[in-house]
Structure formats: C-alpha cells, structure tokens
C-alpha cells in the first residue's frame, strides 16, 4: 500500500468540500465527495453526492474523467459502497473505469455498505483508508451518528443574551442576536433535514422556521422538514407561518389528543406522552423522524423543550448564538434539564469559537458523547 501524495491530500480536501454541498440533500445517504486524478496526478473529474436516489459521488466524478480514469486514482470521503440500492455499487464501477488506486478517508460503517475497499482489493486495485479522517467524519459528523445511534443527528442552537435569556420578562424575544448570527442559523437549518420546536415556541412568536440565505434563490436552498411538538394540539392553528407552502411540515401530536382540527392543514403524527413527564416522549419523536429518512435534526427550542432533549440524553451538540446585551430577567436558554446539583452539571467541550458581528458564537459538544466516528479498518 502506498502512502498518499500531497497531490491526493489536496484532491482529499477538495473532495470534503464538495461533500458538504450535499448537506440538507442527501439523507438517508451519506454526503460524499470524489475527485478523480489521471495517471499523472492531475485532476480529471470531480463529483458530489447531490441527493439521494441520484448517482454517488464516484460515478459523478468518473463520468466526468471519461477515459482518464483508467491508471488513475479516486480520491473518495467515504469507502465507494458495495452494495445495490437505488444505484448500482460504486466498488464496481470504479473496477469497471479502471482506477489503478482508491484513497478514502471514512470507512462505511453502514452494513449493508460496507466492504467495498475489499472488493477493489480483490479485484487488484491499490487501496487506501484513513486519508484525512478526521476532516471527512467531521463533514458527515450527522449522518455517522445516525448510523451508530439509529437515530437523527440531534443540534440544538439557541440565541441569548449574555447573562444566558432567550427572551425578556414581558416575552419580547426579537431580536437578542445579530443580523449575521441569524442569517448564520438559516446556513444550519439549510443543512438539516428537519427543524424542532416546541409548542411553547409556536405559540409565543408563529415562527415560520423556512430557509432564507442572501444571494440564493428559493430553488437553490433546500428546506428542511418542520416539525412543531405540540402534545394537546393547541398551538397550532389554521393560518399559522409554520404552514405556509415555503417547506413541508409535520405537527407531533399525542395519541389522545384531539387534532381533528388539524386534519388538512399538515401531516400528523401521533406519538405516546413521555413516561410520567411533560409532553411526548422524545425517543418516540426522533424514531418517527428517522422513519420517515430525516437523520439531522436542528432543534430550535424554546428552553422547555430544549431542557427536556438535554436530559434525555439526545442533544449531540450545541450551537450557542451569545449577544453582548444584559437583559437581567426573563427565561434562561435551558429550562429544567433535571440537574439539581452542580456534580450532574452537564459539561460540554468547546470545539469551535467564532465572532458573527458583535455576536460570539460558541459550538461544543456534550462530554459524555463518545466521537461517533467509528474505528478505520
Ligand atoms: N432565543 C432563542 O434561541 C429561542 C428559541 C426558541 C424559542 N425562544 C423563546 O422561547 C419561548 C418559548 O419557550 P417555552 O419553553 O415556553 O416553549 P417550548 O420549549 O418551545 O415548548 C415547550 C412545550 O413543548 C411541549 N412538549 C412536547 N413534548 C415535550 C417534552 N418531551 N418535553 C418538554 N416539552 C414538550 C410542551 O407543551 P405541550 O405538552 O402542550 O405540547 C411544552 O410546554 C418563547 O419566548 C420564544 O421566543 C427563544
């Protein structure tokens, strides 16, 4: 096995950035990124994964290669799958182009996937895993989790003031953050598959919870899912934002309640109430989400619900939007979480830090999660 050029390092590079153009598109798939390098080392095609049921990166970037493939090297985020679903297996087409080598950086842990660096090493090609891992599982972080926990990707943003209020005492919410830190939450939810928020939220600001970025027209951007969690079905009511034709929307809503109102407006889904809590429970809520292929969840609040994730265990990581502005009452970002001494505090690991206008943004993740990338082979 030979050792990666700094020519496939870069293709490696450019391959996780074309992944990322998938993000919000490709669900249940993963996002995956290939560059094709000619015989020479230079770049003859390049591809992304650009929605599910559509071709996989490899056969995008090999179609582009044409005849250069052949004696040259793919450069691939994921492991090229081996399987037949809706396309055919990437192992076999890059066999069948005549790659001389394979670099991936991920190996697919999906197992009805799997396996494809040893079909290309069975049929003599040279192949490479672990190429940029690091980098790549970062890129697909939403989508490994889903396939290690069998359920969605769960990041729950919130906006607040410095002394940690989402909203002021008379309720007045909008708006704590800037205009960059907002148009920043529309990048988040234009990578999601689906966007929570509780009944709390839909009630007290009618959110319309669509994706707008700047400069991109309505088909350019992908929507997600909205999903509003509203146990008695009273938030919700004909001519809310959250209905409007802009995205699709599902309200969650218990197996007793009666929605009969509902019936027209949006799909429902009736979920069980959580055990001996408020609301309904939130396992039940994310498996009818990754039933329906959402595997990347942005949940937007409000604290009551955002609280109840966090002491279930389901937040993966947090994205908190901190305002220089001191409000001195009004509700906190979280609300009861079930901690209530400082040893269960939840602890979190800081992995990014960035100033949006006068805005700090502050990503981390949750101590207790173990990285869900899982081990190369
Ligand atoms: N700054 C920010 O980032 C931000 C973001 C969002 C919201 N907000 C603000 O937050 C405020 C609303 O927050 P909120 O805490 O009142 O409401 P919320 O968290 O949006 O909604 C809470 C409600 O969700 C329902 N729910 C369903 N299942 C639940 C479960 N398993 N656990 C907990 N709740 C569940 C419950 O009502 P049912 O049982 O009736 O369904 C509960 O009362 C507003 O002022 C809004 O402006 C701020």
Redesign the pocket.
Known sequence: MATSAPVETAAMRRAIEFAARGLGRTSPNPVVGCVVLDSAGRTAGEGWHQRAGGPHAEIHALRAAGDRARGGTAVVTLEPCNHTGRTGPCARALIDAGVARVVYAVADPNPTATGGALTLAEAGIDVEGGLLADAAAAGNEAWLTSVLRGRPFVLWK???TLDGR??AAD?T?RW?SSPESRADVHRLRAAADAVI?????AR??DPQLGVRIAGLDDDEVSQPLRVV????A??VKAGARVLDGTAPTLIAVAEDAAAAHLEGLAPLVRLPR?PG????S?PALLQALHDRDVRSVLL???????G?FLAAGLVDKVVGYLAPVLLGAG?AAV?DAGITTLAQALRLDVTDTARLGPDLRITATPLHLHHARPEEN
């Not at 809590?277 to 309904?280: K, M, T, Y």
């Not at 937007?300 to 955002?306: Q, S, V």
């Open positions: 919130y906006a607040a989402i909203a309720g919410s704590i928020v509780g009944s709390g939220t007290a600001d969690v509203d146990s008695g009273t938030a959580a809590g408020r609301g309904l939130l937007e609040g409000g604290p009551t619900l955002a109840a509700p609300g």
